[in-house]
């Protein structure tokens, strides 16, 4: 099994800022692709960052220059800093990670979400 749990999120002003983390934890796993998703009520989940465990990083167009994905790979912990936030951010984040566990078992796990609100 592995877990995600996620922290961070809150409400801020247009323009500030809020810094994401997601921690996976289990046993014998190794992950593919950490990365960050958005949500809203009456709305598909959209990919905002992924990082792979090359390094390599996918942003979605609409937070491009705004939000930086990182990682902790020895904590198996996936940050997203978040800067110039908008009003149309505001959504609740989701974090996800997916590999396999035992070298044998795939998974794809979500985090329980967290509400972040850009205010007007």
């Known amino acids: 099994q592995v877990q995600l749990e996620e922290s961070g999120g809150g409400s801020v002003q247009a323009g500030g800022s809020l810094r994401l983390s997601c921690a996976a934890s289990?046993?014998?796993?190794?992950?593919?692709?950490m990365g960050w998703y958005r949500q809203n009520p009456g709305q598909q989940r959209d990919m905002v960052a992924t990082?792979?465990?090359?390094?390599?990083?996918k942003y979605a167009d609409s937070v491009k220059g705004r939000f930086t994905i990182s990682s902790d790979n020895a904590k198996n912990t996936v940050f997203l800093q978040m800067n110039s936030l908008k009003p149309e951010d505001t959504a609740v984040y989701y974090c996800n990670a997916n590999g396999h566990i035992s070298g044998i078992s795939y998974y794809n796990e979500w985090g329980q979400g967290t509400q972040v609100t850009g205010s007007r």
């Open positions: 990082i792979f465990a090359d390094g390599t990083i």
């Open positions: 289990g046993s014998d796993f190794s992950i593919y692709t």
